[in-house]
């Protein structure tokens, strides 16, 4: 019987015990990538089958995203695809002589996508001539893979000077444990030398891989990154960053530091294209997009300088300490439209002859009259309700950062605490404004949800 793991079978094991599919929910693209690297790592060639056909509902950049992924996957090891070649080929056809050993190999080389790569990395596919009657192990193919270069540690440690949390990332773009990203965020220069070499982190979390990517989330230390995108599929249809952000610039009358080609800390990425770092003060919302091409990193994560990428690497132009601040011009262009306040009478409820406190507790009937009128409610108690629905949880012992980044979901008659995994109706809420006392939490939701 062969021992020899099913990686195909694992992945779509995996894929059926997630938990969003037990829920009902739908699997995504992050949920994809996770699974697949708890099973195969960056091998991503190794359920190539499977995992093409879990991705067939993707939206098209996803699938676009996946394909490259796995092309990237299979350049990366070349030698072990090639070596599984040859070992397969002398299993199906053990009397095979070298010469249609090679055969195959060269066939599998010119029928892949690793053609180019084998070529560039000196692959020996031709045996040596054999003496008459002389005895030899037969040849290995062998691969010399240019080498990948390191993280650069110093522009690294440049982010941890400045009090920012590196968060560690596989090339796939998966964190390298599910949970909070947040949460796995470091600015210890000791941990981040040992994910690099291998060592992983915090009780061997992501052991046994070089780290070579970190990212942080640039609104969480006041800055904001305009991440000019290059990736150009069709040269004809395209959109480049680039010539749309410097079209940008030429309408604006922006100080020298703020602009791309004299700017005081920029960053240029392995696809050609560039991070501006902006300092912005106060709470803000911004566009996720300035233009075609050109995104607005804020809430959103960026990879940090100093990182690499399949074998290329981020590389910071300037200094982390001289970057700009957002100048007026930018923001206006970059902040979301405001809401236009509804010309509109709060909704009024009416209320329940015996709605009170007074035996401490409320009926499920008067429950129910003001579960609906949540979203009021917070409005009225100053609780910001942006475009997703999302606001800051009133429970912010549950959170690191006091939930400063809204992540609380408002449905019709609860709010969702993703942290707590707990919803809280109004009642919950009002007993919480006001000093955990429920009586005076109810006079309040009565107070402010009257007739006039």
């Known amino acids: 019987m ?42 991503l060639w190794r359920i190539e089958g499977a995992l093409l056909e879990a991705a067939k509902g993707l939206a098209e950049d996803e699938w676009e995203n996946l394909k490259q992924l796995m092309e990237d996957s299979k350049k990366k ?10 070992r397969v080929a002398r299993a199906f056809n053990p009397s095979a002589n070298e010469e249609r050993i090679q055969t195959v190999i060269q066939n599998a080389i010119k029928t892949s996508n690793l053609n180019k790569t084998a070529q560039e990395n000196g692959v020996n596919i031709k045996p040596e001539p054999l003496k008459k009657e002389e005895h030899v192990e037969p040849p290995k193919v062998e691969v010399v893979l240019q080498a990948i270069p390191n993280p650069n540690i110093e522009t690294l440690k440049k982010y941890l ?34 994910l690099i070499n291998g060592y992983g982190y915090r009780n061997g979390i992501g052991y046994g891989n070089k780290i070579s990517l970190f990212r942080l989330f640039p ?46 800390c920029c960053v240029s990425t ?27 990193l804020h809430t959103k994560t960026v990879n940090a300088a100093g990182s690499v990428k399949v074998g290329k690497g981020y590389r910071l132009i300037g200094s982390l300490g001289t970057i700009p601040s957002l100048t007026e011009t930018l923001k ?43 979203r009021e409610y917070l409005e009225l108690s100053e609780y910001h309700i942006n475009s997703q629905d999302m606001t800051n949880c009133p429970f912010t012992e549950h959170h690191n950062n006091g939930d400063k980044n809204p992540s609380a979901q408002v449905n019709q008659d609860f709010v969702y605490c993703f942290t707590a995994q707990k919803g809280y109706d109004i009642f ?25």
Not at 165 to 192: C, F, H, W
Not at 334 to 354: H, R, T
């Open 2 to 43: 062969s021992t020899e793991r099913n990686y195909n079978l694992e992945f779509c094991e995996g894929l059926l015990n997630h938990p969003k599919l037990k829920e009902g929910k739908e699997l995504r693209y992050f949920d994809l990538l996770v699974v697949a690297e708890s099973i195969v790592g960056e091998e």
């Open 219 to 264: 609104g969480d230390y006041g800055l904001v990154v305009i991440d000019i995108d290059r990736h150009i599929k069709d040269e004809k249809s395209g959109k480049d960053g680039l010539q749309n952000l410097l079209k940008i610039e030429s309408e604006l009358e922006l100080p020298q530091n703020c602009k791309l080609k004299t700017h005081t």
């Open 161 to 194: 000077n400045l009090g920012i949390k590196l968060i560690p990332v596989y090339d796939s773009g998966a964190y390298i444990q599910a949970g909070k990203p947040r949460d796995l965020g470091t600015d210890n220069i000791d941990e981040i030398q040992s």
């Open 270 to 296: 392995p696809s050609g294209g560039y991070h501006l770092y902006y300092k912005t003060e106060g709470e803000v919302e911004f566009k996720p997009e300035l233009v075609a091409a050109v995104d607005i």
């Open 77 to 86: 090891h070349t030698k072990e695809i090639l070596a599984i070649v040859e």
């Open 428 to 452: 919950d809420i009002a007993e919480r404004l006001n000093g955990n006392d429920f009586k005076r939490g109810v006079a309040d939701v009565r107070n402010k949800l009257k007739r006039n």
């Open 332 to 374: 206006k262009l970059m902040l979301k439209e405001p809401k236009k306040p509804i010309c509109q009478q709060i909704k009024v409820v009416d209320f329940p002859y015996s709605f009170s406190t007074e035996n401490g507790y409320l009926s499920d009937e008067e429950r129910a009259v003001c579960k609906p009128h949540l």
